[in-house]
């Protein structure tokens, strides 16, 4: 059945797109994750990826053109199926329905409207942005004001965690943070209510209300829960627990998902907030009580029988497993590393590398003044040189046509605390050594402190992954698809080697590609590694 494709909202302040480019046309075999066009926002010109498979059976919006958030872009389906009726539907639906709706109908629509224009001026209702192109919810790691801060334009609200990283999202509104939907640690939909921001004073219930019908009606019935919830006055929830004695507490949403994590019984932490409400505070200075080591002696006294000839000292202790929330990050890790693990048909060839001309050169380059280069960067270098000799591994493969891709664009994964990221070094072969080090510091470092932007991880045709700096001497990789390749790079490791006939001591490291076999052949790969090795055990082939 064929499937409508509308224009998507891919920043969180995006009214409007421009297909910048098709990178499919009509007819053409889709794949879920194909990249269907680029699509320029209000902030960048991002690549927009189909989640369904079929035949591009139709363009809604040409190539230049702008269309509204949510207007027909394309339809997918099965190949010789009649799409007239959506196409034709998609323009008329309006109208159509105006005419057929019943009165009932008619006040019902109505009546949001009538409800829309009661927000007063000056108050905006905040939406969980959608801070990457494949985000579908959001956590918020911290938020940087609480209700009753003056924001400004520009301020940090809060840290929001990705797909894809942990990133700040500022106001584009003045005024006082009124409301906090979301609290910390806590994981929503896009377009649900973060927060709202306004005058001091203003009715924040008729602000929610008019908002947003669905969750107020949700709000304002909390009878009809199994749980007892309660809202303070700063806008924060706070849930009811059942205890042991059948009492009941309160607790914060976030302080319930931290003694969850940890195995604590909120039946044991005083809450120090309002009518003693436990807080994220109570839960992580919490500290377990006498009972536990007391239950250990007791089982202890048990096992040990008194007719035993001599006593038996068992171990004693308390099994425990604790479940942590898989990051969003992680969440994309997993998915995206399995559809390239299980889609792509794998080989691996490795070499190993006479690394001693490249030692002597590295320490002559970082001789010279204010200039830092490390073997990474020599590799990537390499890598994309040879790249430049042997497009076939440059390439991505597209089921009906294989893209060459006539720019080289290299990723290096970085390791952070959440997963790996891989920020992409755009035009490498166009860089020197020193700008590439320069350069990969940078990314690095944006990477590690959560302030790199998606644009800067897009786009890659090759990736370099290191592990050489954890004394790992070999390893492989899984390709990190559309790529057709990673290179896996190792430890330089000093041991016995023949030069000129003699054992002598030597500087070797060694690499593997992994390829995948659609799109590089095995005399392909080898001849590519070849070059590789040419480069650095030359070094000074790399400076001309």
């Not at 919006?61 to 339809?75: F, Q, R, Y």
């Not at 106001?171 to 994981?187: A, K, Q, R």
Request: hydrophobic content about 35%.
């Amino acid at each position: 059945m064929a499937e409508v494709i509308n224009m998507p909202r891919l920043s969180d302040t995006m009214e409007e797109g421009t297909v910048a480019k098709w990178l499919k046309q009509v007819g053409d075999k889709i794949e879920e994750g194909d990249i269907l066009a680029e699509i320029e926002t209000d902030k960048a010109t991002m690549e927009f990826e189909s989640f369904n498979e079929g035949t591009l059976l139709y363009i809604g919006i040409k190539e230049g053109d702008t269309a509204p958030v949510d207007s027909l872009l394309a339809i997918i389906g099965e190949k010789g199926e009649d799409v007239s009726g959506l196409i034709n539907g998609s323009s008329s639906d309006a109208q159509a329905e105006e005419k057929t709706e019943s009165p009932a109908k008619k006040e019902e629509k109505e009546a949001p409207k009538a409800t829309a224009a009661a927000i007063p001026d000056g108050v905006e209702i905040v939406k969980m942005p959608r801070l990457s192109d494949t985000m579908e919810e959001g956590t918020v790691a911290t938020w940087l004001k609480k209700v009753g801060d003056e924001v400004e334009e520009g301020d940090i609200l809060a840290e929001i965690e990705t797909d894809k990283a942990t990133m700040e999202f500022e106001s584009f509104y003045s005024g006082t943070l009124l409301y906090v939907g979301i609290n910390e640690g806590e994981t929503a939909p896009v377009d649900a209510v973060l927060a709202v921001i306004g005058p001091k004073g203003t009715d924040v219930d008729a602000v929610l209300s008019a908002g947003s019908g669905s969750a107020t009606e949700e709000e304002s019935a909390p009878e009809e829960t199994t749980k007892a919830e309660t809202t303070s006055k700063n806008g924060q929830e706070s849930s009811a627990v059942a205890t042991h004695d059948g009492q009941r507490i309160f607790a914060s949403p976030l302080a319930k998902k931290i003694a969850q994590d940890k195995g604590i019984d909120l039946g044991d932490v005083k809450g120090s907030g309002d009518h003693g409400r436990i807080i994220k505070k109570d839960v992580e200075e919490y500290k377990p009580k006498q009972k536990a080591a007391d239950k250990a002696g007791a089982a202890q006294e048990k096992t040990a029988s008194p007719q035993a000839a001599a006593p038996i000292n068992l171990p004693v202790g308390q099994e425990g497993t604790e479940e942590v929330k898989n990051s969003q990050m992680r969440k994309v890790i997993a998915k995206r590393l399995g559809e390239s693990k299980f889609s792509a048909p794998h080989y691996y060839l490795t070499i190993e590398v006479d690394m001693d001309y490249a030692k002597i050169s590295r320490e002559q380059i970082n001789g010279l003044p204010d200039t830092k280069v490390s073997f990474n960067d020599m590799v990537v270098k390499a890598c994309a040189m040879a790249l430049k000799k042997h497009p076939q591994v440059n390439t991505s493969w597209n089921n009906d046509t294989t893209r060459y891709n006539h720019h080289i664009h290299i990723g290096v994964a970085v390791a952070v605390d959440e997963g790996l990221l891989v920020p992409v070094l755009k035009f490498a072969d166009q860089m020197t050594l020193t700008q590439i080090g320069s350069s990969v510091k940078d990314l690095a470092g944006k990477a590690r402190n959560k302030k790199i932007s998606p644009a800067e991880m897009e786009g890659s045709t090759f990736t370099v992954s290191n592990l050489g700096m954890f004394g790992i001497s070999e390893f492989t990789s899984i390709i990190n698809q559309p790529n057709s390749a990673i290179l896996s790079v190792g430890a330089i490791v000093q041991k016995p080697v023949v030069k000129n006939g003699q054992i002598v001591v030597g500087n070797t490291m060694k690499v593997t590609l992994a390829c995948d076999h659609r799109t590089v052949d095995g005399a392909t790969g080898a001849q590519f590694l070849q070059t590789l090795r040419a480069y650095l055990e030359n070094p000074v082939t790399m400076l001309a």
